[in-house]
Every structure is written in structure tokens, then in C-alpha cells.
């Protein structure tokens, strides 16, 4: 049975930083990821990582985010900086395993002064 925690969000001010983290059980999650959700706008990719550790992200946060994972605690961060009003969503982790995508329940990053 998978299950997994997501865990770091919050209110941060502009340009500030925070880090997201998933941690995973019950399998070996071939791709693990960031994706987030506006109210009223489809959810959108943030960043992936595959098991061999190639990575893509969304043109809006290159430079400023960086995904890691570590297979062996089966873990998935994400760590985000410089961050912008518009970054504010609800983070969601999802992962892929044997032709399934699982998610997170979500945890929400709020970017204010």
C-alpha cells in the first residue's frame, strides 16, 4: 500500500525561500514530482525527477527551484527560491510506480508581504 507525507509549506514574503518535502512507502516510485494547483486553473508541472535523476521544470521556475530525491529514504524536496507572488498554489507531491500516478493531498505555499 503506498502512502506518503507532504510537508513545508506556508507564508513566506518575496524572494524568499522554503522547502517542500515527500517522504514515500510502500513502493519504488520510478518518477516522484512537484506539481500546483491555483483555484479555478488546471494543475500544472513544477518540476519531476526520475530515478536516475534526470529532471524537468517549468519554464516559470528554472533558476530558481531545484528537485532532489533520495531513493534510498524514498524521498522527494523541492527547494524553492526567490520566490514570487505568483508561485502562491497549492503544491501537490505525485508520484509513478507500475502504471499508476498516486498525489499527495496538497499543502499550500502562500508568497505575501
Known amino acids: 500500500q503506498v502512502q506518503f507525507v507532504e510537508s513545508g509549506g506556508g507564508l513566506v514574503q518575496p524572494g524568499g525561500s522554503l522547502r517542500l518535502s515527500c517522504a514515500a512507502s510502500g513502493s519504488i516510485f520510478s518518477t516522484m514530482g512537484w506539481y500546483r494547483q491555483v483555484l479555478g486553473k488546471p494543475r500544472e508541472l513544477v518540476a519531476r525527477i526520475t530515478s536516475g535523476g534526470s529532471t524537468n521544470y517549468a519554464d516559470s521556475v528554472k533558476g530558481r527551484f531545484a528537485i532532489s530525491r533520495d531513493n534510498v529514504k524514498n524521498t522527494v524536496d523541492l527547494q524553492m527560491s526567490s520566490l514570487k507572488p505568483e508561485d502562491t498554489a497549492v503544491y501537490y507531491c505525485?508520484?509513478?510506480?507500475?502504471?499508476?500516478?498516486?498525489w499527495g493531498q496538497g499543502t499550500q505555499v502562500t508568497v505575501s508581504s
Open positions: 505525485r508520484l509513478y510506480t507500475n502504471y499508476v500516478y498516486y
